[in-house]
Nanobody, 129 residues
Framework: QLQLVESGGGLVQPGGSLRLSCAYS????????IGWFRQAPGKEREGVSC????????KYADSVKGRFTISRDNAKNTVYLQMNSLKPEDTGVYYC??????????????????????WGQGTQVTVSS
């Protein structure tokens, strides 16, 4: 059974940093694109970043470009989202999701694409002074 587990969320002051982790089990990471999404209270889920199963394709939402970095460690079965220069508007529940590369070798950050089959339970990120 495919399983994704997020961790690393918490409370941080504006300008601070957090590193989120998405640990997977039940499949080989190389064969799945991984996306990070977030949802703030009262708002729709939005795409933040993604990395394809082969590591050569990454994407970022305009709102996080230059501040967030996505990466993967196949040996640890984990995808990371390094978040720097955090802003209050980055607050929300962050989810990772997986899509098989047989569907596409190019990942997407479109939250409504319907392409991501498996989702984690989410981790809360709160940016506040």
């Amino acid at each position: 059974q495919l399983q994704l587990v997020e961790s690393g969320g918490g409370l941080v002051q504006p300008g601070g940093s957090l590193r989120l982790s998405c640990a997977y089990s039940g499949f080989t990471l190389n064969y799945y694109n991984i996306g990070w999404f977030r949802q703030a209270p009262g708002k729709e889920r939005e795409g933040v970043s993604c990395i394809n199963g082969f590591g050569y394709n990454t994407k970022y939402a305009d709102s996080v470009k230059g501040r967030f970095t996505i990466s993967r460690d196949n040996a640890k079965n984990t995808v990371y989202l390094q978040m720097n220069s955090l802003k209050p508007e980055d607050t929300g529940v962050y989810y990772c999701a997986a899509e098989p590369t047989t569907r596409s070798r190019v990942c997407t950050t479109a939250a409504r694409s319907g392409r991501y089959d498996f989702w984690g339970q989410g981790t809360q990120v709160t940016v506040s002074s």
